[in-house]
Nanobody, 124 residues
Framework: QVQLVESGGGLVQPGGSLRLSCAASGSIFSIEVMGWYRQAPGKQRELVASMSSSGSTRYVDSVKGRFTISRDNSKNTVNLQMDSLKPEDTAVYYC??????????????????WGQGTQVTVSS
């Protein structure tokens, strides 16, 4: 029902920047929360940053002051600006949309969806 397509991953040197983008497609009425998770090899997937439809944000402590999340509710997109990247930021980053409602029945929450993941590698 809702597809998430990510872009913007890649290889960057420590201290560099990358911008991840995610667009949700489908007959969407609204999305309550959009965010980014990451999973490094051998580790559990963790929340990196999220933003509610009202603009409230959450960040994992390790990225505070370096990453900035933004979203456009009218376009159902979410971005993650990543600055001062560190090798420990290396992971597959996944876009997530939660609490979305469809145009066919906006009164009922329809659940959540994940993107396919994009690799971010921070290395010299």
């Amino acid at each position: 029902q809702v597809q998430l397509v990510e872009s913007g991953g890649g290889l960057v040197q420590p201290g560099g920047s990358l911008r991840l983008s995610c667009a949700a497609s489908g007959s969407i009425f609204s999305i309550e929360v959009m965010g980014w998770y990451r999973q490094a090899p051998g580790k559990q997937r963790e929340l990196v940053a999220s933003m509610s439809s009202s603009g409230s944000t959450r960040y994992v402590d390790s990225v505070k002051g370096r990453f900035t999340i933004s979203r456009d509710n009218s376009k159902n997109t979410v971005n993650l600006q990543m600055d001062s990247l560190k090798p420990e930021d290396t992971a597959v980053y996944y876009c997530n949309a939660n609490g979305f409602r469809m145009l066919s029945n906006p009164a009922i929450p329809s659940g959540g969806s994940w993107g396919q993941g994009t690799q971010v590698t921070v290395s010299s």
